[in-house]
């Protein structure tokens, strides 16, 4: 595997949008399941979004659901970012896993442990 690059990070105000975007070379991200994490200060890195590889569905943590949208298009994973709030100041890191998968559900794909592949992380400050 190759190497996944955030970008789109920065700072924006409270209300504001935002879409980070993950390319990855070498590869196609159609064939694996991605996901978006994020990492406060002070806090422990915690799963935002996710797509399995399976279905290509889109999952979401409760604190972003109905704001944030996953999106993946061959190379590149996105995360569409609405109605940002200043808790959601966080570096935010794309990830990617080849499989294999168990059944389906929603704390397999939340855990950071079970990609092994990881960009580098975007900053993304939201001010009040």
């Known amino acids: 595997q190759g190497q996944l690059v955030e970008s789109g990070g920065g700072l924006v105000q409270s209300g504001g949008s935002r879409r980070l975007s993950c390319a990855a070379s070498g590869c196609t991200l159609d064939f694996y399941a991605v996901a978006w994490f994020r990492q406060a200060p002070g806090k422990e890195r915690e799963a935002v979004s996710w797509?399995?590889?399976?279905?290509?569905s889109s999952h979401y943590a409760d604190s972003v659901k109905g704001r944030f949208t996953i999106t993946r298009n061959k190379n590149t994973a996105y995360l569409q970012m609405n109605s940002l709030k200043p808790q959601d100041t966080a570096v935010y890191y794309c990830?990617?896993?080849?499989?294999?998968?168990?059944?389906?559900?929603?704390?397999?794909?939340?855990?950071?442990?079970?990609?092994?592949?990881w960009g580098q992380g975007t900053q993304v400050t939201v001010s009040s």
């Open positions: 797509i399995p590889s399976t279905d290509g």
């Open positions: 990830a990617a896993d080849g499989g294999p998968w168990p059944p389906y559900s929603d704390s397999y794909y939340a855990a950071e442990k079970n990609y092994d592949w």
